[in-house]
C-alpha cells in the first residue's frame, strides 16, 4: 500500500496555492490529509503534485462577529472543540467534532477537507446543513460563495471546482439556542450510520421556532429534514410531536437500495430514531 | 520447597524492552544489501491462468527479478499440510507457493517481485499483465457441495476435501427421547488480525549454505522443518529466528507461500531479502478462521437430562489445506461436543470443504470455540423449549466433581474439575437472583436485558506425542528445555516453546527462579532460535505454560539432582544426607553449613574436585511429553441490553470465572482472559468477514471488519478457582484460549435471552443492529412481544 | 515543478534532523526506515489502527496518515524519546506496573496516546479513557489492563514532584 509517486510544494499563502493550483490540472491541495493520504495510499486518488497549505495562517482563523462566524478551512477539529467562543454559540459544532474518527484524526482533520471531501457520512455535513452554512472560495479568477444547498452535489463531490480553494466556512448568525447532534456510528470505520444536527428555539410558550434538522449518514446524501422543520414550526416539543417529525423528516431523504450490512430499510429507521433522540434532547427538561 | 514467585503478580521481563521501542520485530530488522519483497496476488476468486507478462515490471528502476509460478515451480516443492486425520479421506491437494496456471482465490499469490527498496517493488506489481479468464467462484461450503457449484480441484470432485465421523450410535436415543431440539448454527468466518503483520527476512550464504530467516511465526522449528523440504535445503543449514512476534491468535502457526518465496529469492539472487504483508493483503493472504455452518440435535428428558447430542457440521477450508487446518474441524473440535456435561451419547460429523477462499486454519482456540459454542447455544435451547432456567438445567447435567477422571463419549478423559463451584461463584459475584428480578422489571417498561451462561470446558496443553501420531498430526507435541547455569550462576533457559505475548520469558523465570534459587533478573528465557533451541514445537493450543512448562520443572529438577552430588562432595557428608531448599543445600539439620547452587555451579564449571563420575559444566535439558491434555473450565457470564429501536446490543457486564489450575503469576493470566473473552466476544457482536457472490472479499479493512475496540466494554471481572491438573508436574491447565472459548456463546445466550419475548431463539453472529432490529420488527409484525 | 523529493527540517525526541526523502514518504516510513527508529510500528494501511501514533507538535497523530514533509519545523516525539535518560514516564512504568501490554506491538501507539491524554485530561473514569482509546485497536489486552494503565500513569503523573509531562510539553512545543 504505497501512494504513486508525487511532487510536493509548500504554499505560504492563499495566493501562492491558488497560482499552484492553476499551473497544474492533476494538482490537490493537501491540509490534514486524513481523507487524501488513505485514498493515495490505495490508489484511488493519484495526483501528480500536493499544494500543502497547512501552513497558511489565514486559513486558521476564527472570527465570530454578529452577523456570522467565519471558521477558516484549516481549522482542525481538535481547535473546533476547546473554543470557548464555539462553545458558546454554537456548541453543536463540538458535539459533532467530538464524535469524529479519534483523538489523532481530530488532532488531523479540518473543517475544510471535512467540506471538501463532502462523505455522505461526515458528521459535520449534518451541522453544515442545520446551520445554512456558506462556503467561501477562491481561486485565481476571483471569489465566490456557496451556500449549502449548491454544496453537496454527490457523494464525494463537493461544488468546488479543480482550481478553486475552500478557504472559510460560514454560519450565518443568529444561531438558535439549542441545538444538539447525535451519531450512532459504524463499529469497524467509526462513520455515522446516523447522524442528526438539530437546532431550534423555543418560544416562552414553549413552542418550536426556526428550526434546523440535518441527517448525514443515512441516506444516499446527507439532507435536510425540511419537511420536519415546517411541521415543527410553532408547535410544543413533545413526545408526539418529536415522533412526528422523526418520521417526516426521515422520509426527507433518499436511501440506497442496499448495501449489504446495513440495509436501507434499517438506515432509514435509525434516521428517524437519531432525529427524534436529537429532538428529545432539545425538549425543555 | 518455598515458593517465593509462584503466584507472584510479577511485573513482565519481556515489558522492559518493549516499552522503550526496543523490541525487535521481523519487519524492524535491517541488514547490509537487503532487497525487498512484494507478491502479487489474484483479484479473481477463481481463474485460469493464460498468460503472465512480466517484460515491462521487469524493466522498472531497481526490479532486480520477477518470479511467476513457472520459472520456480521446479525449483520448490508445494505447500504441504501437516495434519492428516485418520478415517478423514483427505484430498491433499497440491497448493503450489506461486499459482502457475490457476488461482483459486483472492489473494493468492501469483507473482513475486524483487526490488531495491520497497516502493519500486509495489510499482512493479502495477506493471505486471496477468491475463486471466475468470472461472465461476464458489465462497459458501454448503453451495460448493452442491452438484452445479463450481469445482476446485481435480483431486476432490465432490468439493469434498474430507469428511470424518466420530461418536456413539444416538439414533436409538433420539428416536426414544421425549424432548428433541434441533438447531442450525452459522459459525461465522473470521480474520485474525493480529496487530503484527506477517513478514519474513531471509538471508543466504553461498559460501557454506547456511540460511537464516526471522519469521512472524508461533513454531520456529515446525517452519524449519517444513521449509527445509520445500526450499531442498538441509535442516541443520537453516536457522530460524523469531524474535519479537507480535501476537499470532494461530495466524502464524502456518507455513505460508510468502516466507517460502522470500527464502527462494535470497538464495536464487543471494543477496538479503525481506518480505512484509500490509494489512489489506493480511485480509486476504493470512489464513482465516472458524467458518462453520452446524446442524445440532439434543435428546433429553423433560426434567432437563441431556441423552444425546449429534452434530453434523460442514466446515469451509478454503482453497487449500493450511498446515493445520484439516486438525481444527476435526480432532480439535469433534472430540468435545459434549462439553462440560455428563452426555452418555454423543457423535460429530463432518464435512471439510473447498471453496474459492482464504484457507481457514487455527484461530484462538481452533475448532474447541466452535464445538463450545454449539453445546452452549443448544443447551439454552432445550432450557427454553422445556421451560427450566439455563442455570439449572446446566447444574442438572455438568459433570460432577466426583466423576474424575471423566471419559466422554469420545473416549478423552476430562482430567480434573469441579464445574459446579465456578458455577456457583459466579451466580454469588453476580446476585443472580437479583439480576433477573432487575431484567424482569426492565421488561414491564419495554426494555430489554438478557443474562447468558457459558460453563465451558476446554482440552488443551497439546499434547501427549502418542495421541497426537494417532490422530494424524505430522508431529510430536512434547516439549523441549534447557536450563543452562553459568560459572558465576546466572542462568540461561532454552524453551521450545514460542510465546509472542503470553509472558512466559516471566513465568518460565518464575519457574526456574523457585526452583532454583537464582534471582530472576539473572536468568534470561531464550526462545524462538531454531540455533539456540535445540527443538520445540511452539506456542498455540494453550500448551506452553502446561507442557514447555512441564519440561522446564523437569530440566530444573535435574539440575538439583547434579548439583546436590556435587554439594555432598562440598559438605563432605553423603548425597542422601543433603537437604535442598531453594538453591541452598546443607546437611539435615544443619542449614547454617549451606552452599549455595551459585557455588555448587562454580564448582561444577571449575572441575577441580569432583566427586568420582560427575561430568563439569552445569547444564541440563529435558523433554517432556504430557500424558493428557489438560481441561481448563469455568463459568462466563454475560449481561446485555439490546436496544429495539436500532438493534444495538450493548454489554453491561461480563464476568469470567476461570479454573486453569494454579496460576503462576495471575497478573498475567487475567491479562489472557480480559484479551480472550474481547475476542470471543468480537466474534458474538461485531467481526464478520463477508465474500460476495464472486468471492470477492467484501471486509477487506479495518474500515469493514469491525474489531473490537475499548469503548464497546465495560469493565471485565475476573474470578478464579484452581483444580490442579494431576497431569503434569506443575498442575497448570493453560489459559490462552478460554476466553474465547467460552464468551462467544455466552454473549449470544444473553442476547436470546433479552430478545426471548420477542419470540427470537437463534441469530446467526455477528449480533449487528441492523440483524437484532429486523428480527424485532418481524416479532412486531406478529404481534410484538410476549 | 513535479520534484519528487522534499527536504524536510524536523526535531525527532528533541534533536534537529535535515533529511531529504521522496516526497510521498509517511512520516511512519521517515521515523522507521530513513531514522532507524523502529519502536513505532505501523499495523494498517487505511488509517485506523492507531499503532503508529506518534507526537507531533505535542499532539497524538498517526503516522502513517501523514507524509512526511508536513512533519517540516515539527517537533515530534516516538517511543524512543518518551524515558528521560533512564526515568521511564509515567506511561511506561503504567503499563508494565498493570500488564498493559501482551504482544508489544501496539504498545508505542498505545502509549504515545495514553501519554497525550494524561497530559491533556485529568479524568480518570473509564468511560473517558475507552472513548479516547477508540484511536486505538489492540488484539491481545482486551482493552481492559490498557484502561488501567491509563488510570495507573494519571496517578504517576500527579506523584511524581515534576511531571515529567508537564516537562515534555516545553520541550516538543518550542
Redesign the interface.
Given at each position: 500500500m504505497i501512494a504513486a509517486e508525487i511532487g510536493y510544494e509548500r504554499a505560504k499563502t492563499i495566493e501562492e496555492a491558488l497560482s499552484l493550483l492553476s499551473q497544474d490540472v492533476d494538482a490537490k491541495l493537501l491540509s490534514g490529509g486524513h481523507s487524501l493520504v488513505p485514498l493515495m495510499k490505495l490508489r484511488l486518488a493519484q495526483p501528480s503534485t500536493l499544494i500543502d497549505v497547512s501552513k497558511i495562517p489565514e486559513l486558521r482563523t476564527l472570527d465570530v462577529e454578529s452577523e456570522r462566524i467565519t471558521i477558516g478551512a484549516g481549522v482542525r477539529y481538535f481547535e473546533l472543540l476547546g473554543d470557548t467562543r464555539l462553545e458558546e454559540l454554537m456548541p453543536v459544532i463540538a458535539q459533532a467534532t467530538s464524535v469524529i474518527a479519534d483523538p489523532q484524526v481530530r488532532h488531523r482533520g479540518t473543517i475544510g477537507g471535512a467540506a471538501v471531501h463532502a462523505d455522505p457520512t461526515s458528521d459535520l455535513a449534518a451541522v453544515f446543513l442545520a446551520l445554512e452554512a456558506r462556503f467561501h472560495i477562491r481561486s485565481a479568477a476571483g471569489r465566490r460563495i456557496v451556500p449549502i444547498e449548491d454544496w453537496y452535489l454527490a457523494p464525494l463531490t463537493s461544488a468546488l471546482e479543480r482550481d478553486e480553494m475552500l478557504v472559510a466556512v460560514e454560519f450565518p448568525r443568529p444561531i438558535p439556542r439549542r441545538q444538539a447532534y447525535v451519531k450512532f456510528s459504524h463499529p469497524a470505520s467509526g462513520y455515522a450510520l446516523a447522524g442528526v444536527a438539530a437546532i431550534m428555539d423555543l418560544t416562552q410558550h414553549g413552542l418550536v421556532q426556526g428550526a434546523g434538522i440535518a441527517v448525514t449518514g443515512a441516506a444516499t446524501m446527507p439532507f435536510r429534514a425540511s419537511t420536519a422543520e415546517a411541521w415543527l414550526q410553532g408547535r410544543p416539543l413533545n413526545a408526539e410531536s418529536v415522533a412526528m417529525a422523526a418520521q417526516v423528516g426521515a422520509d426527507d431523504g433518499t436511501y440506497d437500495a442496499d448495501d449489504g450490512q446495513y440495509p436501507a430499510v434499517y438506515r432509514k429507521n435509525l434516521a428517524r430514531v437519531m432525529l427524534a433522540r436529537a429532538l428529545e434532547k432539545l425538549a425543555p427538561q | 520447597m518455598s515458593r517465593k514467585l509462584w503466584g507472584e503478580n510479577v511485573a513482565r521481563r519481556e515489558d522492559i524492552r518493549l516499552v522503550q521501542g526496543q523490541g525487535q520485530f521481523t519487519d524492524d530488522r535491517v541488514l547490509p544489501g537487503m532487497l525487498y519483497a512484494a507478491i502479487l496476488r489474484s483479484p479473481h476468486a477463481h481463474a485460469k491462468i493464460r498468460q503472465i507478462d512480466v517484460a515491462s515490471a521487469q524493466k522498472m528502476p531497481g526490479v532486480i527479478k520477477v518470479y511467476t509460478g513457472s520459472m520456480v515451480s521446479g525449483h520448490l516443492g508445494t505447500i504441504p499440510t501437516a495434519w492428516i486425520p485418520p478415517d478423514s479421506q483427505l484430498k491433499m491437494v497440491p497448493h503450489p507457493p506461486l499459482a502457475v496456471d490457476r488461482v483459486r482465490y483472492v489473494g493468492e499469490a501469483v507473482a513475486l517481485v524483487v526490488a531495491q527498496d520497497p516502493y519500486q517493488a509495489e510499482e512493479a506489481l502495477y506493471r505486471i499483465l496477468v491475463d486471466y479468464e475468470p472461472l465461476p467462484a464458489i465462497s459458501d461450503p454448503v453451495q460448493a457441495l452442491e452438484s452445479s457449484s463450481p469445482r476446485l480441484h481435480e483431486e476432490a470432485p465432490e468439493n469434498v476435501a474430507l469428511h470424518w465421523k466420530v461418536g456413539t450410535d444416538t439414533d436409538e436415543v433420539f428416536s426414544g427421547a421425549d424432548v428433541v431440539v434441533r438447531q442450525t448454527f452459522r459459525q461465522q468466518r473470521l480474520i485474525p488480525n493480529p496487530m503484527e503483520p506477517r513478514s519474513a527476512l531471509v538471508q543466504y550464504n553461498s559460501a557454506t549454505g547456511d540460511m537464516t530467516a526471522w519469521l512472524t511465526t508461533q513454531n520456529p522449528h515446525i517452519h524449519r522443518f517444513l521449509m527445509s523440504g520445500i526450499l531442498g535445503i538441509p535442516e541443520h543449514k537453516l536457522r530460524v529466528i523469531a524474535q519479537d512476534v507480535g501476537g499470532g491468535f494461530g495466524s502464524k502457526i502456518a507455513c505460508y507461500a510468502d516466507e517460502v518465496l522470500t527464502a527462494f529469492a535470497a538464495r536464487d539472487l543471494m543477496r538479503p531479502v525481506k518480505w512484509t504483508e500490509s494489512r489489506s493483503e493480511h485480509f486476504v493472504a493470512t489464513t482465516h478462521g472458524r467458518d462453520h455452518y452446524d446442524e445440532v440435535e439434543l435428546a433429553g428428558t423433560k426434567a432437563g437430562r441431556v441423552l444425546a447430542v449429534r452434530v453434523k457440521t460442514y466446515a469451509n477450508m478454503g482453497a487449500y489445506l493450511s498446515t493445520a487446518g484439516p486438525g481444527v474441524p476435526t480432532i480439535l473440535f469433534g472430540l468435545i461436543v459434549n462439553g462440560a456435561y455428563d452426555i452418555a451419547q454423543a457423535s460429530a460429523e463432518v464435512y471439510g470443504v473447498f471453496t474459492n477462499t482464504t484457507p481457514v486454519d487455527a484461530y484462538r482456540g481452533a475448532g474447541r470455540p466452535e464445538a463450545t459454542f454449539l453445546i452452549e447455544r443448544i443447551m439454552d435451547v432445550y432450557a427454553r423449549e422445556i421451560g427450566m432456567d439455563p442455570v439449572e438445567l446446566r447444574r442438572i447435567n455438568l459433570i460432577k466433581k466426583e466423576q474424575f477422571p471423566y471419559t466422554n463419549p469420545f473416549g478423552i478423559v476430562y482430567d480434573s474439575g469441579d464445574y459446579h463451584q465456578t458455577l456457583d461463584l459466579a451466580l454469588k459475584t453476580l446476585d443472580y437472583a437479583s439480576l433477573r428480578q432487575e431484567r424482569e422489571a426492565l421488561r414491564r417498561q419495554h426494555k430489554y436485558m438478557g443474562v447468558g451462561f457459558s460453563t465451558y470446558v476446554e482440552m488443551c496443553g497439546l499434547g501427549p506425542s502418542q495421541v497426537a501420531g494417532a490422530v494424524g498430526f505430522q508431529g510430536g507435541l512434547w516439549e523441549s528445555a534447557t536450563i543452562r547455569l553459568h560459572p558465576t550462576g546466572k542462568a540461561t533457559v532454552l524453551t521450545g516453546a514460542s510465546p509472542h505475548g503470553q509472558g512466559e520469558e516471566t513465568t518460565f523465570g518464575q519457574i526456574v527462579a523457585d526452583r532454583l534459587g537464582i534471582p530472576l533478573e539473572d536468568i534470561d528465557v531464550v526462545h524462538g532460535d531454531t540455533d539456540r533451541v535445540s527443538m520445540g514445537w511452539g506456542t498455540y493450543g494453550s500448551r506452553s505454560t502446561a507442557v514447555g512448562g512441564g519440561a522446564l520443572a523437569k530440566a530444573a529438577d535435574r539440575i538439583v539432582e547434579k548439583a546436590k552430588i556435587i554439594a555432598a562432595h562440598m559438605l563432605e557428608v553423603p548425597v542422601g544426607a543433603v537437604q535442598y531448599d531453594a538453591g541452598q543445600f546443607y546437611p539435615e539439620g544443619s542449614r547454617e553449613r549451606a552452599v549455595g547452587i551459585q557455588d555448587v555451579t562454580l564448582q561444577a564449571h571449575l572441575g577441580w574436585n569432583l566427586p568420582e563420575g560427575v561430568e563439569p559444566g552445569m547444564e541440563v535439558s529435558a523433554f517432556y511429553d504430557p500424558t493428557n491434555f489438560t481441561y481448563p473450565f469455568g463459568t462466563h457470564v454475560a449481561v446485555v441490553s439490546v436496544d429495539p429501536d436500532t438493534g444495538e446490543v450493548k454489554l453491561l457486564r461480563y464476568l469470567a470465572v476461570d479454573d486453569c489450575g494454579p496460576a503462576i503469576n495471575p497478573m498475567i493470566v487475567e491479562g489472557q482472559v480480559h484479551g480472550g473473552v474481547v475476542q470471543g466476544v468480537g466474534q458474538a457482536l461485531y467481526e464478520g468477514a463477508v465474500y460476495d457472490g464472486d468471492g470477492q472479499l467484501v471486509s477487506g479493512s479495518f474500515m469493514d471488519y469491525a474489531m473490537p475496540k475499548a469503548r464497546f466494554f465495560p469493565r471485565l471481572e475476573t474470578q478464579r478457582t484452581e483444580t490442579p491438573s494431576p497431569h503434569n508436574p506443575l498442575g497448570v491447565k493453560g489459559v490462552g484460549e478460554t476466553g474465547t472459548i467460552a464468551s462467544t456463546p455466552a454473549v449470544v445466550n444473553a442476547v436470546m435471552d433479552a430478545l426471548s419475548s420477542f419470540g427470537v431463539v437463534n441469530l446467526d453472529m455477528p449480533l449487528t443492529p441492523p440483524k437484532v432490529w429486523q428480527a424485532i420488527q418481524t416479532s412486531m409484525a406478529k404481534g410484538g412481544p410476549s | 515543478?513535479?520534484?519528487?523529493k522534499?527536504t524536510i527540517n524536523l526535531s525527532v525526541n528533541g534533536q534537529d534532523t535535515t533529511v531529504r526523502v521522496?516526497?510521498?514518504t509517511?512520516l511512519s516510513e521517515l521515523l522507521?526506515d530513513t531514522l532507524?527508529?523502529?519502536?513505532?510500528?505501523?499495523?494498517?494501511?487505511?488509517?485506523?489502527?492507531?499503532?503508529c501514533?506518534v507526537w507531533?507538535d505535542g499532539?497524538?497523530?498517526?503516522s502513517c496518515?501523514?507524509?512526511a514533509?508536513?512533519a517540516?519545523?515539527s517537533a515530534v516525539v516516538?517511543?524512543?524519546g518518551?524515558?528521560r535518560g533512564i526515568t521511564?514516564h509515567p506511561v511506561?512504568r503504567a503499563?508494565?506496573?498493570e500488564?498493559g501490554?501482551?504482544?508489544?506491538?501496539?504498545?508505542?501507539g498505545a502509549?504515545m496516546?495514553a501519554a497525550?491524554?494524561i497530559q491533556h485530561h485529568h479524568e480518570t473514569s473509564?468511560?473517558a479513557?475507552?472513548?479516547?482509546?477508540?484511536?486505538?485497536?489492540?488484539?491481545?489486552?482486551?482493552?481492559?489492563?490498557?484502561?488501567r494503565s491509563v488510570q495507573r500513569a494519571l496517578a504517576f503523573q500527579q506523584e511524581d514532584e515534576t511531571p515529567v509531562a508537564a516537562g515534555r510539553e516545553e520541550e516538543v512545543s518550542s
Open positions: - | - | 515543478m513535479n520534484d519528487s522534499v521522496p516526497s510521498r509517511l522507521r532507524g527508529l523502529t519502536g513505532t510500528h505501523v499495523g494498517c494501511d487505511t488509517s485506523q489502527c492507531g499503532v501514533t507531533m499532539l497524538a497523530v498517526k496518515t501523514i507524509l514533509a508536513q517540516d519545523q516516538t517511543v524512543e518518551l524515558a521511564l511506561q503499563f508494565q506496573a500488564h501490554l501482551q504482544c508489544g506491538f501496539c504498545t508505542p502509549m496516546l497525550w491524554y473509564e468511560t479513557i475507552r472513548e479516547a482509546l477508540d484511536g486505538l485497536i489492540c488484539r491481545c489486552t482486551g482493552y481492559e489492563n490498557i484502561v
